[in-house]
Antibody, heavy 117, light 110 residues
């Protein structure tokens, strides 16, 4: 079982970024993918989750309207797109597998997003 | 919602026990038995160590234990070993499908 994330990105302020996460080896179809970010030297911050089977989503209040998470269930690939990037969005973005939307049981390797002019 | 409060650092000598606290509110830690703890080495992804307050995933040593009292949760590491030196993060369900993390604690094995 594993989560494989897309590669590092460098973006200009105001641009958008999409991070992908491919899940493999999971047999439970009702799982969630959590999106969590970690700014340099900082703690973890939960951003959103998406449910694999229904596509239902939920966002942390501070990211609503700026972050969108989608999925292609046929290939178990999940995407997180963030618009209006600012320098303080520079962080490692993780996807994580969860069976209840609460416990992050497995984590992707992380995707570094750098926002710089 | 503000992050859960953790001490920035904790330390202990090999073989000793150390407890890391995670303080929330009556709307998150105090309201639900859904506290998790994650271990993270520098430059690596976090790893689940404790969930549902005290449960351990397979493969996590029983030297690690979790508990909760009121609005605070605790991670205790007994018989400290050098490889326990890492950052530890707590998280809690905060109701209405929301999740919240703590600021993290750097555990140093002296």
């Amino acid at each position: 079982v594993q989560l494989e994330q897309s590669g590092a990105e460098v973006k200009r302020p105001g641009a958008s970024v999409k991070v992908s996460c491919k899940a493999s080896g999971y047999t439970f179809t009702g799982y969630y993918i959590l999106w969590v970010r970690q700014a340099p030297g900082q703690g973890l911050e939960w951003m959103a989750w998406i449910k694999h089977d229904s596509g239902a989503t939920h966002y942390a209040q501070r990211f609503r309207g700026r972050v969108s998470t989608t999925r292609d269930p046929s290939i178990s690939t999940f995407n997180m797109e963030m618009s209006g990037l600012r320098s303080d969005d520079s962080a490692v973005y993780y996807c994580a597998y969860s069976e209840d939307g609460i416990v992050a049981r497995d984590w992707g390797q992380g995707t570094l997003v750098t926002v710089s002019s | 919602q503000s992050a859960l409060t953790q001490p920035p650092s904790a330390s202990g000598s090999p073989g000793q026990s150390v407890t890391i606290s995670c303080t929330g509110t009556s709307s998150d830690v105090g309201a639900f038995d859904y506290v998790s703890w994650y271990q993270q080495y520098p430059g690596k992804a976090p790893k689940l160590f404790i969930y549902d307050v005290f449960k351990r995933p397979s493969g996590v040593p029983d030297r690690f234990s979790g508990s909760k009292s009121g609005n605070a949760a605790f991670l205790t590491v007994s018989g400290l070993r050098a490889e326990d030196e890492a950052d530890y993060y707590c998280s809690s369900y905060a109701g209405t499908n929301n999740l919240i993390f703590g600021g993290g604690t750097k555990l140093t094995v002296l």
